[in-house]
């Protein structure tokens, strides 16, 4: 079983990203072979700055390294060290409705978030089909969010084997993750940079402290009555971080009363900086030896790129591309 994972290089990472992608994505690596690329085509389309895309995205393998991705369990590259996933894209294209990609929900948001319209906004989804396809994956872990993209991932590749033949490619299949939908904002709507809602992976102990004592939003209940726990934000979060039995007992301390929520606060931030200890630890060793990204994803790339020429040339000779 082959898996396929892409993440684009935005930013800093959060716990939304951490839970939606990168844990499933490394407890995958226990369960066959897996793909992971760094978006920085993808993110061409959002990114104006070069040196921002840059950093960006050696910041992005260095924070999915010190996650836990492992290198000699799965192919770890940037996908724009493997040129080929366009050529593909552009085969792709040619069989690709206009249709199939007005109806496409990310550019209708991102263009109403203000993104500028261009081809590449507007054809991602057939990169993204690219992605996938062309390292033959069985499946993708995708949000649902994206699970749309996947459907026409899948409604090219049926469409490229009527075309030039019944094997040319697989139809992956989608692992949707319901994790995404659970992991709210500091304020309680979907964690989100574009919100500027959310709590990072790594930082500083007292900058992040402070974000969780001044940022969590919370209801005027006094300190000595009982807390209201649906809907509680505080709740939400330490979840994600906590043991069951901890996470029972703050539930039972809400209904108590007689705690207050600086308390649940400083409880939440102790078991997140806990939570993402040993991750910390490995990720200053990597800063510490910067030649380790370069191996890691110079590997990677030889064999993803090994393996998308092998494809490549395949569907060349299917289309008809060859002259010999």
């Not at 490394?26 to 369960?31: D, F, G, P, R, S």
């Not at 799965?74 to 199939?100: D, H, K, R, Y």
């Not at 749309?148 to 409604?155: C, F, G, K, P, S």
Request: hydrophobic content about 40%.
């Amino acid at each position: 079983m082959r898996f396929l994972t892409g993440l684009q290089p935005s930013g800093q990472l959060h716990i939304g990203n951490y839970f939606g992608a990168i844990k499933p994505a490394v407890e995958l690596q226990e369960k066959g072979e897996g793909f992971y690329f760094i978006a920085n085509y993808h993110a061409m389309t959002t990114m104006e700055s070069a040196q921002a895309l840059h950093d960006n995205t050696r910041a992005l393998a260095v924070d999915f390294l010190a996650c836990g991705l492992d290198p000699e369990k799965s192919v770890f590259f940037a996908q724009s060290a493997v040129p080929e996933v366009n050529e593909l894209a552009w085969i792709l294209s040619t069989v690709c409705p206009m249709g199939l990609l007005e109806r496409c929900h990310s550019y209708k948001e991102k263009m109403a978030r203000g993104f500028a319209a261009s081809h590449a906004l507007f054809a991602y989804p057939v990169l993204m089909a690219a992605d996938i396809l062309l390292y033959n994956s069985d499946a993708v872990p995708v949000g649902k969010d994206q699970k749309q993209h996947l459907e026409v991932t899948r409604d090219l590749a049926g469409k490229m084997n009527d075309a030039f033949g019944a094997d040319l490619f697989k139809l992956p299949e989608p692992i949707i993750s319901e994790v995404t939908a659970v992991v709210p904002g500091l304020d309680g709507q979907k964690m989100s940079k574009s919100y500027g809602n959310t709590l990072p992976i790594f930082g500083e102990e007292k900058a992040i402290r402070k974000l969780i004592n001044k940022k969590v939003v919370t209801d005027a209940t006094p300190l000595e009555d009982p807390k209201p726990t649906e809907g509680s934000i505080i709740l939400a979060l330490y979840k994600l971080f906590a043991t069951p039995e901890q996470y029972q007992a703050m539930v039972d301390a809400h209904h108590a009363g007689g705690v207050g929520y600086g308390q649940f606060k400083k409880d939440l931030f102790e078991a997140y900086w806990e939570y993402f200890r040993t991750a910390r630890e490995r990720r200053e060793w990597i800063l510490a030896h910067p030649e380790y990204v370069d191996d890691v994803l110079n590997r990677g790339a030889e064999k993803a790129r090994e393996e998308a020429q092998t494809t490549l040339a395949r569907i060349r000779k299917a289309v008809g591309l060859g002259w010999q």
